[in-house]
């Protein structure tokens, strides 16, 4: 780490501005003690490395990254997840060096499961999740974001060739609705027990609204739900369509999962049957001139799915009670296409630390010079070494 | 780009196709996995998908380059 000073905090939030340290919006200047005392809250040691960040290759310290947390707003509270989101990405399976080199605009998407979702928060699962409003939610996401681009030095053009990007990459987080979903808890399917916690992370677009109105006395309703689903998965457009590999993140409403749980179906039937139902005839592909479709000597009719692996469509309930269902498709690609990664969620390291304190809060603004914390890596980011 | 240094790395003579879009890109990873100046032929944008004649004539133009390099007739 290296120090930025500045004379004030308007002055620091300039200069993080004009070093290409920010995600374009304002940040919390995060000055030695700030980042010291959201370290301590992990419980553990700052020079901990939690992985390895590409195409920067820098390394995700605790220090680092309880920096990027500082700077994104986050409470003490919430870097628990923060931390386990960093390690999460960090697995080689997940690609981020790709990820954060495509063209496409997938962006980490962290599903916050178990009790975390209370004690690190609350992080939100219901009404807006996905939106504005929710501070946990959108601190922990633009965490993992401001760490991926000042430890993992994406920039946009430079070194993250995201054509458009997508607004879930300043961030992109909620939580499971657990109580009120039919399902088991997301996390128990990779593995955890229930009271366990876990950051579910997959790399997704954006989502896409996906509408059913349904009708209790309509026994095709369940079907016609998947059905649904299953179409918006298969868009022709999506990358899914083409590479027919990586995973499908599908957040349902409690409206949503209650047609499906009155029909019988376990989260695993669902998986099933949507990897059964999404799919494209040769025809649709060779209408939108897939260059990926390399069998068009067969049948028109002849059914391509847009998934080898049903295990790969991650669904659990979250949002409020309607008519909509997301669907976010992915990038696919990598040397890995895109799966699923997780890491537990850590609480009891935690601890508490008098954050108001380092916040200054309550007291007067001071005009001594602020130091301001610095990642080398960041430095090499910005091209400045 | 990686592959190219992966493969300069074992000590196999390479060199990046890369298209102008992508060339300040090529050098932030160059300069990141601490081989700056491994050779690159600069391309222009887009290649894919440009058709059978265009890429016929970017293959003729780059050509001598991708020579003149692996020959040390010059560096870049």
Not at chain 1, 88 to 110: G, K, N, R, Y
Not at chain 1, 128 to 133: N, Q, S, T
Not at chain 1, 252 to 278: F, S, W, Y
Request: charged residues 15%.
């Amino acid at each position: 780490m290296t120090l930025l000073e500045a004379r004030s905090e308007a002055d620091a939030l300039e200069q993080l501005h004009a070093l290409g340290l920010t995600d374009g919006l304002p940040v919390v200047i995060p000055t030695p003690e700030r980042v010291a005392m959201m370290a301590l809250a992990t419980g553990l040691d700052p020079d901990l490395e939690l992985g390895v960040m590409g195409p920067a290759h820098g390394v995700a310290s605790v220090e680092k990254v309880a920096t990027a947390a500082v700077m994104a707003g986050c409470l003490p509270d919430h870097i628990p997840v923060v931390v386990a989101a960093v390690r999460a990405v960090c697995q080689p399976e997940f690609d981020l060096t790709e990820m954060q080199s495509t063209t496409h605009c997938t962006a980490p998407l962290i599903v916050v499961c178990g009790p975390a979702r209370h004690q690190c928060g609350e992080v939100a699962s219901g009404f807006g999740a996905l939106g504005p409003g929710h501070r946990a939610n959108a601190t922990i996401g633009r965490a993992l974001r401001l760490a991926m681009m000042n430890i993992g030095g994406a920039r946009p053009g430079v070194s993250d060739m995201a054509l458009h990007g997508h607004p879930g990459k300043f961030t992109y987080c909620l939580a499971e609705d657990t109580e009120n979903s039919p399902f088991p808890p997301l996390h128990t399917t990779y593995g955890y027990a229930e009271d366990d916690s876990a950051a579910i992370v997959v790399g997704a677009e954006a989502p896409h609204s996906t509408l059913f109105t349904g009708d209790a006395d309509n026994p095709e309703s369940a079907s016609h739900l998947l059905n649904v689903i299953a179409a918006v998965m298969a868009n022709p457009g999506s990358n899914n369509a083409h590479l027919r590999h990586g995973a499908i993140t599908v957040i349902m409403n409690p409206d949503h999962t209650k047609v499906l749980a009155r029909a019988g179906l376990t989260r695993e039937d669902i998986q099933a049957e949507l990897a059964a139902r999404a799919t494209n005839t040769a025809a649709t592909l060779a209408h939108v001139g897939s260059v990926f479709h390399v069998d068009r000597e067969g049948p028109p009719d002849e059914l391509f799915p847009i998934l080898k692996d049903p295990s790969r469509i991650v669904v659990f309930q979250a949002g409020g009670k309607g008519l909509y269902t997301m669907v976010m498709p992915s990038w696919c690609a990598g040397p890995h296409q895109n799966p699923v990664v997780h890491a537990e969620i850590d609480l009891d390291q935690a601890c508490e630390v008098p954050w108001a304190e380092a916040l200054g809060l309550g007291q007067s603004d001071s005009s001594d010079t602020l130091g301001v914390g610095q990642s080398e890596t960041a430095d090499v980011a910005g091209g400045a070494a | 780009m990686r592959d190219s240094i992966t493969t300069a790395r074992q000590g196999i003579p390479s060199i990046a196709l890369v298209t102008d879009a992508f060339w300040p890109q090529g050098d932030f990873v160059a300069a990141a996995t601490g081989m700056p100046a491994v050779p690159r032929v600069r391309l222009p944008h887009p290649v894919a998908g440009s058709g059978e004649e265009a890429m016929t004539r970017v293959a003729n133009d780059i050509a001598p380059q991708i020579i003149a390099i692996l020959t040390g007739a010059t560096s870049n």
